[in-house]
């Protein structure tokens, strides 16, 4: 009894940890779109640096999870959760270098006046955010249901990035000498739509932990 107390306690832990690195890469998003369309070249530089904290965190939650594994010797339920941890941080750490490719590009167009207002760009970015906010979220509490919804709101994520792209594209055809700018826009757009692709990941691998059947709930297929 005391054993699965203290298990617990350490898989509370684990969950913590978790949620504070979903709150990290939550603030690196917001803080790479101010940065984007304020040109805030500072601040890029801050979400940049503050990537090595949340893969520092990445790795501190990797360790967290073979040391349960090797000193608890979870049972198959158990395993599969802490399997699953070690999973869904690889993907919100890809997150996390979405949002410093983003102020990559911010910083190599500093100095440039934008071609249009950024209206979209930061609607898909919200999108986005709350996607991994809830994937978090439901692994936490374990809701199959909210897992679910993340997998399906998805589709607005891509939708925003079909609208962007065409409407770049479009600006690019009045206008070639935009070319640069524009397909950097729609490297922006890309990182996001990745972004919602890994949370629709995290979404999976939590169904996955609470039912034990693995479902690419964009296709429909077992992987």
Known sequence: MVTRHHFDMELENLHQDLIDMGNKIQESIDNAIIALKDQNIELARQVLKNDDVIDELEHKIERKCINLIARQQPLAKDLRTISTALKIITDMERIADH???ICDLTIKMADQKYIKPLIDIP?????????VNHAINAYVTQDVELAKKVCNDDDEVDNYFVKIVDELREIIRQNPDTVYQATNFILVAKYLERMGDHATNIGEWVIYNVTGVHKDLNHGEVR
């Open 123 to 131: 609607k898909m970015a919200e999108a986005a955010k709350a996607m």
């Open 99 to 101: 949002s410093a490719d």
